[in-house]
């Protein structure tokens, strides 16, 4: 796998100029688009950087979006390297901040960052974070580990909330949704600092968040990693994962089987969404013939570990132990890879959101109209508690989501 692909300035110029046409001619969406593609291709904080943004806030302004208009031209105004703009369009950005910031009466609020999950129903379990005080999990031979009810609930009881372990957006979402909390993207979003895939970021802060925890590591080959299915899930969950943890937790052994079995079923642990040994330890299968083939997941784990040391995974940044040889590193991770992609199999859920269709009429409703509500997937995503409620093909447990977080 390629490492990166290159920011090209004559392309981001080319590109802002062909928005430029548009916005001449009052195409104004699709000059936005074009300016995003502007930003895409040009070289972080270089001149085409900044003049695409710079752009890009003409086109939001009038699109009406005055809150993203400014804070594209604050941007721009607040950067160090802004210094190479010409006096004369900083000139023009400071005017239009000036124009947007005047029809801005009352501070808008980002709706987005107001949303929360709803609250558990009774608070939340000490001994399971993301659970119900009303639900408990159990083991029994005839059933393994478990859910299950302490008391009766009532219709609509939220007994579960639950952020993911680790997650992947789905490709068809890239254009969409933010690369790394997985929310429907603002206008003025922002692309990655390195790569020209189509990996765009809510804001800074995001892009930020993921290029420290996975996606220096994935930059220029998300494109490639997405045909490997749920081995970029559990190559996101290594990323996500402490070393130590790695080392210390290795799925292959007896002692993480033992947790399958029974982890979190003790008041003594805690059995925290967050913490790698709720992922090792669950179910994975590897004796049912339910999986895939050894063959077939071992040779998937050890291209994914060769692409993992090509792009920068074992350097000092990730506090390798200097005592574990390079030979050691790839044994770890190739049977980390191993039992994650098995577990994955039978516990990888898919992040969903509902849609709403436009409006219709029919036969039986006569003017009243209908709305169909459907359920589009826009991720994959590891919850270690949800995992644990059992299948039913009469199900008393229903899901929602709310952007990434289950409930």
Known sequence: MSKRCEKSASKSTGRRNSGNEAFGRKKVIEALRLYNQALQSAPHLSPEFFLALGNRSAALRDLNKLKECAEDIDRVLEAQESS??????????RARRSEVLSQLHVKEEDDRATESAPQLFIGCNPSVPSLSKAVDIRFSKEKGRHLIANRKLAKGSVVIVEDPYAKVLLPHCALSHCHFCCRELPLNHLPCTTCIEEVNFCNEQCRDEALLKFHSIECGNVEKLNNIGLGYLAVRLVLCSDVDQLIEYDLASDRVKSMQRVFGSSPADVYSSSDFRSVASLESHDDDGETASNEEVELTAVKLTRFLRENGYFSSARCWPANISTKEQDVIVV??????????????????????????????????????RNEVYIASGLFPTTSLANHSCIPNLFSRYRFDTFF
């Open 335 to 372: 049977r980390a890879l191993v039992g994650l992609v098995r577990r994955l199999i039978c516990n990888a859920h898919a992040v969903t959101k509902v849609v709403d269709s436009l409006p219709y009429t029919t036969d039986e409703t006569e003017s009243q109209e209908v709305l169909d």
């Open 84 to 93: 190479t703009i010409p006096t004369s369009t900083l000139e023009r950005l």
